[in-house]
């Protein structure tokens, strides 16, 4: 697995735990504070990482390719 | 390559005329031989150069627009993690200021509205007036009126719970006309705005 490849494994490693976490936290926690924290700070993280894994996952592919028609 | 060829010219310059005067041509079919191997040899190099050449571009241009996306997660994961990260303690903090205060008003009844239950917290009011209303003498009309009319849009107010301080923390809106209420949080005694808590919660019994 390339560099990129392991980061997006970690990368996807930690989003899952957040998510999880954050599930745990929701079931619990029911008022529009929460609803505020979701909208101003969570949904950023939900377009941002698994974008970030998308494109990370299609680099290592990438430079898998090059690795085996190159070397 | 330019080895192969030396060789090869070398070889075919080491032929030589007998005492007959006979030309004796060498055999230089190996240095032929490994010049035509390096030749080929040599073309799969560029092939290969052009190919590796090619990646090295497409490559580049991958990871070019994969910069924005970095940047974007870098600024996720540092800045923004830590705005978010000041906001939960801020509500954390407000949330222990709104359990701090339950023993002014009943620890129940505000426990229950800290985990999301406002509903059951508001349903509680009827058994609970007494206390609400001596808190309500508390804090005074004036914070009554600024957050209740000028800040909701709503009238007849009470006051539940204050923190350190005789600050607010926590303050239910019943709206006499629907008889509903609002459930209103301040984080912390410098914060102006009041965060809704909870909207629309019908009061289970007589304010």
């Known amino acids: 697995m390339t560099g990129v490849g392991q980061a997006s494994s970690q990368l996807r490693n930690a989003w899952a735990r957040l998510t999880d976490q954050w599930q745990a936290t929701a079931d619990r926690w029911h008022d529009l504070v929460r609803q505020r924290f979701e909208r101003d700070f969570l949904q950023e993280y939900e377009r941002a990482v698994p974008l970030a894994i998308r494109e990370m996952d299609q680099l290592a592919d990438l430079l898998a390719q090059a690795r085996r028609e190159v070397l | ?207």
């Open chain 2, 1 to 207: 390559m330019a080895r192969a060829e030396t060789d090869l010219r070398r070889c075919q310059a080491s032929g030589y005329r007998d005492q007959y005067g006979y030309y004796h041509q060498p055999d230089c079919s190996r240095q032929a031989y490994l010049l035509e191997r390096a030749r080929v040899y040599l073309r799969e190099c560029e092939d290969r150069l052009r190919t590796a050449q090619a990646w090295r571009s497409r490559i580049e241009q991958a990871a070019h627009q994969f910069q924005r996306t970095e940047n974007r997660l870098n600024d996720v994961a540092t800045s923004h993690t830590e705005r978010a990260r000041t906001f939960l303690e801020r509500v954390g903090a407000g949330y222990a200021a709104v359990q701090a205060a339950a023993g002014i008003v009943g620890g129940a009844l505000i426990a229950a509205a800290v985990l999301g239950l406002a509903g059951a917290a508001v349903k509680a009011l009827g058994t609970a007036t007494g206390r609400a209303y001596r808190v309500r003498g508390r804090l005074g009309e004036e914070l009554a009126q600024a957050v209740a009319l000028h800040e909701l849009g709503l009238h007849e107010q009470q006051i539940l719970a204050q923190g350190t301080a005789d600050t607010p923390v926590l303050a239910t809106v019943i709206n006499d006309d629907t008889g509903q209420a609002d459930i209103y949080l301040r984080l912390d005694a410098d914060a102006e705005q009041w965060t809704p808590l909870d909207r629309d919660v019908p009061v289970g019994g007589e304010p």
